[in-house]
């Protein structure tokens, strides 16, 4: 799975160095995603990346924001935006920002003390100290080491909460997610889903998506 994974990863990067402005001075800016030993860091960045890549193929431009200098450009835990983490900026035709699309970064809530949350993917208003009015859409991918493993009703449920709590769904004005993998907020798996649970998803604005692998 790893390999077949990284592998996928690399065939984005190539794809996407075509397509659009994402390499930092010609540096590869993945490469920390080779000598990282959890899969499930892999896998969420895997699909990251398949996000990028269909945000990118409906023609939206895309450049890479490389904002840190050491090894490691993307966060491999929950971090602050504000330290200057690695993204991906959204651009009108006059290169200004629209969006940024982000890999576990912290939202914080500004109404709520101590509650935060960290999506594997968010699409956020540019700013440093996102909220719950910055945030726009959101994927938490859930890797199961057995892939047979079902995506339990709980993940199901705190992950609306989030969606409650942070008030989405909202409209996404200039950029178009409709044919993209995550078209909806989405908890994601390469495990299984139990597809009774599917009103439940649609009935509070996300989606899941089972077996979501190269």
Not at 153 to 171: S, Y
């Amino acid at each position: 799975m790893k390999r077949r994974l990284l592998e996928a990863i690399d065939d984005m990067a190539d794809y996407l160095n075509k397509a659009s402005r994402w390499y930092d001075n010609g540096q590869e800016p993945f490469g920390h995603i080779v000598s990282n030993s959890q899969e499930s860091y892999i896998y969420e960045f895997y699909c990251y990346m398949r996000f990028i890549k269909d945000i990118n193929s409906n023609g939206t431009r895309i450049i890479f924001n490389n904002r840190r200098s050491k090894d490691s450009l993307f966060p491999k835990a929950p971090a602050e935006k504000r330290l200057g983490w690695a993204k991906f900026d959204i651009i009108n035709k006059d290169g200004v920002i629209l969006y940024d699309v982000n890999g576990g970064t912290i939202i914080h809530h500004s109404e709520i003390t101590n509650y935060s949350f960290a999506p594997d993917i968010s699409i956020q208003k540019p700013g440093d100290d996102p909220n719950e009015d910055s945030v726009m859409h959101i994927v938490d991918a859930k890797y199961k080491t057995d892939t047979k493993e079902e995506l339990h009703i709980n993940q199901l449920r705190e992950f609306k909460a989030c969606i409650d709590d942070f008030k989405l769904p909202k409209e996404i004005n200039g950029l178009e997610i409709e044919n993209t993998c995550f078209k909806l907020s989405t908890i994601v798996t390469n495990g299984v889903i139990n597809t009774r649970h599917n009103p439940y998803a649609t009935e509070n604005n996300f989606q899941q998506i089972g077996n979501f692998i190269p």
